[in-house]
Each structure stands twice: as C-alpha cells, then as structure tokens.
C-alpha cells in the first residue's frame, strides 16, 4: 500500500515537472513520511475514539509537538519500531492524562527534572538531521526553554487537571528523547554536528 502510494504519486509529479535523481530522492522521502504520519494518525484516532480519548489526544498531540518543535530528540530507526513506540506513548498516555491524578510533590520534580533537561540537552539531533550550525543550535535551545516556561505559566493561570496532566507527561517523554543516556540505550549517536567539518557548513 505504502509502495503503491509512493509510486502514484511520484508518476503524477513527473508528469507534471522534470525532476532530476536528486528531486525524486527528496520526493521519495518526503512522501514515505507523509504516509507513514497520516498512517498512523487515522490508527492513533480510530482508537482514541473507541478509548473516549479524542480530547486528550488532541491536546497531547499540540503540547507535545510544540515541546518537540525545538527540542528535537531521538527518532526511530525503522517504522515497525516507530509504531512500537507510538501506540503506547500516545493512547497509553491519554488514559494517564485522563485517569490519573499526580501529587504535588511529583508535578514539582517532573517540572524542575523537565526545565533542567531541556537547558542541558535541548536541541537534541539525529544522524538524519544533524544540527550543524551553531546558531541554529543557540536559537533552538532557546525557543525550546522558553515554550517550557510559557507552558508552566499558562499551567499556573489555567489551573485544570488534565492540561496539567498532559503538559507534564509531555514533558517528561520529551526529556527522555532528548537525554544522552536514552540515546545509547537505543544504540543512536548523539550531538551528531560534531561528525562534520565545521569549515566546511
């Protein structure tokens, strides 16, 4: 299906534009990850529907993009292990979001052990999309802790549990993803700018 997908639409764009081995690379891989979100996009709302999970999805799906947006972090190596990850930390964490109530005690640690995490390892980059250019790094560190602050104050003006719920587990996986030790548990190189030249960018 996804092959099909790829090819169809590859045909169509040709036929519409000369597209060079260079062009149809970046198309190829453009579209493959196209499908594979839209893919899992229509699983995760079939079963947030059949779960009551739709409005936790939703706002788990913002906040945590937003936190991703700068902080990058780890990515999966191949899209069977993408699923692996993203059913259980999407719509097992909306029954969290949904179900459970964290005490005070542990909000405090997941905010400070969050705002630490992203001053130490945001942004955080991969062999795929390495961050080579040292302000794009400066600036992204930045954007990244300042969505974390914006995140705590809205927490504290809005005083609702499940925007609440939801801003710390977001956080909290986002701080994995970015943390050096996550990365050589999974085998993944890390600070991947510092293999290139930086004469040469």
């Keep these: 299906m996804k092959k099909k997908f790829i090819n169809s639409s590859l045909k169509y764009i040709e036929s519409q534009k000369n597209l060079t081995d260079l062009d149809r690379k970046k198309l190829k891989y453009g579209l493959e990850g196209f499908y594979n979100l839209m893919t899992k996009f229509i699983v995760l709302i079939i079963l947030a529907t059949i779960f009551n999970l739709i409005p936790e999805l939703i706002l788990l799906t913002i ?13 999966a190596k191949k899209t069977w292990q993408c699923w692996v990850s993203t059913l259980p930390i999407y719509i097992g964490g909306c029954f969290l979001i949904k179900y459970v109530t964290i005490p005070p005690l542990i909000c405090n ?58 801003s710390l587990y977001a956080l909290f996986i986002q701080s994995l993803v970015m943390n050096p030790l996550v990365y050589k548990i999974f085998n993944a190189p890390y600070n991947n700018y510092k293999t290139f030249d930086q004469t040469t960018v």
């Excluded at 906040?63 to 990515?75: A, E, W």
């Design 63 to 75: 906040i945590y993009g937003f936190l991703r947006l700068y902080g990058f972090g780890l990515h």
């Design 109 to 166: 640690i997941i905010w400070i052990f969050g705002f630490i995490s992203f001053i130490l390892f945001a942004p955080s980059d991969t062999k795929a999309r390495p961050l080579i250019h040292k302000e794009k790094r400066i600036r992204a560190k930045i954007f990244s802790i300042i969505i974390v602050i914006v995140l705590y104050n809205i927490n504290l003006y809005l005083n609702n549990s499940i925007f609440l719920n939801t």
